[in-house]
């Protein structure tokens, strides 16, 4: 990395509208480096459809959606090529004010006319340095001024086309964006290196599951089941024989929702997600009886999610530890095993396609946003069985891999958190690169 080139600067600053900035910076308006793009798709030059992916810019709507999300006729879509950028007023999770993204898949494509489109003066601004400038609280907060709140109208901001353009930045001279913007780039590399690893290694579990929860670990022979052909020392049961009761949480509508601080949270049905709980989706809640009706997840249990959407109904999450100070709603059982049960073990072994399929396949309800499953349903359901021993070796070898795979999550949080801090310092020019 190019960590050696930034030097502080204690002086040599001036006072701007969009703070302190270095003396041979400028601040400007988007119009006077950029210029909005209205060419429409005429004779239908591309057919290539794209929507805004806050992971990878403008992507294909048939890549992205697997269908095509546009009316028939699309001559008055604007026509994008490499390098434009488009910015999207409808705001989303992560994006407030909307996202702002360049064309860099394809040579060109084509967006709705509801999108700002724009392209830059390269001998002005550098395109890699401007993109990650869009990313930044600098841009966001600017964006802010000029949305109108209570304007919003079907996930729309009302920011008009001349305000959009009027917006000012910091503006570093242009050997000084490109080396700015390769700094950021090589962060940006290690994050994308480390997603890799990631798929990958997730990749590797999905094998091995299939193998160990279904084959085992070093059996040679083999019976044909119900559940399929499994080792021949393994049994074919019923939940029920495994799991003593399913316990439900509280009602969340007999809990008051504050937006005071609180010791306590409320987990999200969302929480669970392919055998594993995501501690950090919880909401803060406050409420006098909780210490009453809490009902925590306790560390070596299993929780199911028995009624959700269409999507989450059945997601089931392997508890690692005690958390005392979350409570769990009333579509969550808990489960209490009937003798020794590895719960790491059942919990894989539910998240597995064959078994995973069958509790959604079951969950019955008249409206399609909501599923439920009673407990006669999911404790009918068949599985084969492991003895204790094989159980515990096989969530020995599968919580290795989670391991691993968490190990990389933290990297890339690290290297997230580092281009956050540098974005800041070297987007105002706090911190300085040698041209």
């Known amino acids: 990395m190019m960590m050696g080139e930034i030097r502080i600067v204690d002086e040599g600053y001036k006072t701007t509208e969009l703070g302190n900035i ?13 210029n909005r793009i209205t060419r429409k798709n005429k004779g239908t030059i591309s057919e290539n459809v794209l929507t805004i992916s806050a992971q990878y810019g ?20 604007y026509l994008l090529k490499r390098n434009n950028f488009a910015y999207n007023k409808s705001y989303s999770k992560g994006y407030p004010m909307g ?37 930044t609280n600098l841009w ?19 920011i008009s086309v001349k305000e959009f353009f009027n917006i000012k930045l910091i503006f570093p001279p242009l050997k000084e964006q490109q080396k700015i913007a390769d700094i950021l780039s090589t962060i940006d590399k290690q994050i994308e290196n480390t997603d890799q690893l990631i798929i990958k290694t997730q990749e590797i579990k999905k094998g091995l599951m299939q193998k160990l929860l279904i084959k085992g670990i070093g059996h040679t022979k083999f019976k044909k089941t119900e559940v399929g052909e499994i080792p021949e020392e393994w049994q074919v049961v019923r939940l029920e024989n495994i799991i003593e009761s399913l316990d439900a ?24 997600s392919a055998g594993h709980f995501l501690s950090n989706e919880n909401k803060t809640i406050i409420d006098s009886d909780i210490n009453r009706a809490k009902v925590s997840p306790k560390k070596n249990s299993v929780l199911i999610s028995r009624m959700n959407t269409p999507q ?36 894989e072994l539910l998240t597995l396609q064959k078994f995973g399929s069958k509790i959604k396949i079951q969950a019955t309800g008249t409206s399609n946003s909501m599923k439920n499953i009673s407990k006669e349903t999911f404790l009918s359901l068949v599985v084969p069985l492991p003895s204790f021993g094989e159980q515990q070796k096989i969530a020995e070898i599968l919580s290795s891999v989670d391991e691993q795979i968490e190990s990389y999550k933290k990297e890339k949080e690290k290297y997230m958190e580092l281009k956050k801090g540098l974005m800041q310092q070297l987007l105002t020019g706090k911190l300085r690169v040698t041209v």
Do not use: M
């Open 249 to 272: 949480g509280v009602s969340v509508n007999s809990v008051d929702i504050s937006a005071s601080p609180s010791e306590y949270g409320v987990l999200k049905t969302s929480s669970l």
């Open 140 to 158: 966001h907060e600017e964006v802010a001024k000029i949305a109108q709140e209570g304007a919003r109208n079907h996930g729309l901001l009302n």
């Open 58 to 77: 403008l992507v294909s709507q048939t890549e992205f959606f697997n269908k095509k999300i546009a009316s028939k006729n699309l001559e008055g879509y």
């Open 99 to 135: 996202a702002i993204k360049p064309l860099e898949l394809y040579d060109k494509g084509v967006v709705s006319s509801l999108y700002i489109c724009f392209e830059f003066d390269e001998n002005l601004i550098n395109v890699e340095f401007i993109k990650h400038y869009f990313e």
């Open 22 to 34: 270095p003396i041979d910076w400028d601040i400007v308006e988007l119009n006077q480096v950029a």
């Open 312 to 347: 989450l109904v059945g997601e089931v999450a392997y508890i690692n530890k005690d958390y005392p100070n979350l409570f769990l709603p009333d579509r969550i059982w808990q489960t209490n095993f009937k003798y020794e049960t590895s719960a790491k073990w059942l919990a």
